[in-house]
């Protein structure tokens, strides 16, 4: 498995679901950005920073919201290390988008060392594993064949699609329990097993925290970052998201209403 060694303090952000019409969240998250250039000295942000990524072609031509998104981590790209890992909703990232933000990409699932800790780090919905309609999406989406075909259709015909494909996610979840869409904790096992780490991070189940649990007698770490939502304050709800950072003491969770 790869491994990527970097200085600390390593900043980590995921699940942030850039869109047209998340005003507010891409104004928090460009906050973000820039506070990480000036503290982090690497940036990985492991997946769905987009909302819905369909092609990187879109951004040669980006409409005004992405391109304001896509100058900010250039940016912080021209700054410090920057590495984008690729989610379930923007998987299709590819190389040219990397390149032309200063970026790379992350492998699926790598190892980051950090001070004296390794750990594995991955965007975390391939261990939903008890999502079976999920999974098989996934195997479909994620075949080259399939991501060609779908690559060589007309811009308007795949925002269409992943409209479509976006709406019957949401309908679908409505309809799953909450257990089904968590991690698998056998996957997790396994993760830990092959990559020989004590501590996994990823993002995707929206269910941020610090998770211990035992694997063949070893105490493990899982660590989830938080998805960011700063655009439905109805109700008195407060901003969410927020990061990690990791520094020699380890991992740690920041929300974003209590970062100074
Ligand atoms: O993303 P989220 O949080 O809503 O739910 C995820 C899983 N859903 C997905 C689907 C993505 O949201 C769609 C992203 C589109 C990216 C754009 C580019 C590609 C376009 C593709 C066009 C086909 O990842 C959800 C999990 C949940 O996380 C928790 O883990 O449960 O899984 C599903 O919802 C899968 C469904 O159960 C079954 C598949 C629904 C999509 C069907 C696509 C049909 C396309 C329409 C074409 C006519
Ligand atoms: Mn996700």
Not at 6 to 13: I, K, M, R, Y
Not at 79 to 101: H, S, T
Not at 194 to 201: A, C, E, P
Request: proline share 5%.
């Amino acid at each position: 498995m790869n491994k990527i060694t970097l200085e600390g303090p390593v900043w980590l952000a995921s699940d942030v679901h850039l869109g047209q019409h998340t005003v507010g969240t891409s104004e928090a998250f460009r906050e973000f950005l820039k506070l990480a250039a000036s503290e982090a000295k690497a940036l990985l942000l492991p997946g769905d920073i987009f909302d819905a990524w369909i092609g990187d072609d879109v951004a040669v031509m980006a409409p005004p919201w992405l391109a304001q998104d896509l100058m900010a981590i250039k940016a912080a790209a021209a700054k410090i290390p920057v590495w984008l890992g690729r989610g379930n909703r923007d998987f299709l990232m590819g190389e040219a988008l990397a390149a032309g933000l200063g970026a790379r990409l992350l492998p699926e699932e790598v190892l980051i060392s950090v001070g004296p800790r390794t750990m594995l780090l991955s965007h975390g919905d391939e261990y939903c594993t008890d999502d079976v309609a999920y999974q098989q999406f996934r195997a479909m989406v994620r075949n080259p064949a399939w991501q060609a075909g779908f690559l060589a259709r007309s811009i308007p015909e795949r925002l269409t699609l992943a409209a479509q494909a976006r709406g019957e996610s949401m309908v679908a979840n409505q309809t799953k329990s909450s257990e089904i869409m968590d991690v698998n904790a056998d996957a997790v096992a396994k993760a830990v097993r092959n990559s020989g780490v004590s501590i996994v991070v990823h993002g995707h189940t929206h269910r941020p925290g610090r998770n211990v649990m035992s694997v063949d007698g070893k105490i493990c770490e899982r660590w989830v970052l938080p998805d960011w939502d700063c655009d439905h304050k109805e109700g008195g709800q407060n901003d969410r998201g927020g990061w990690m950072v990791i520094d020699e003491d380890g991992p740690a969770l920041f929300d974003l209403n209590r970062a100074d």
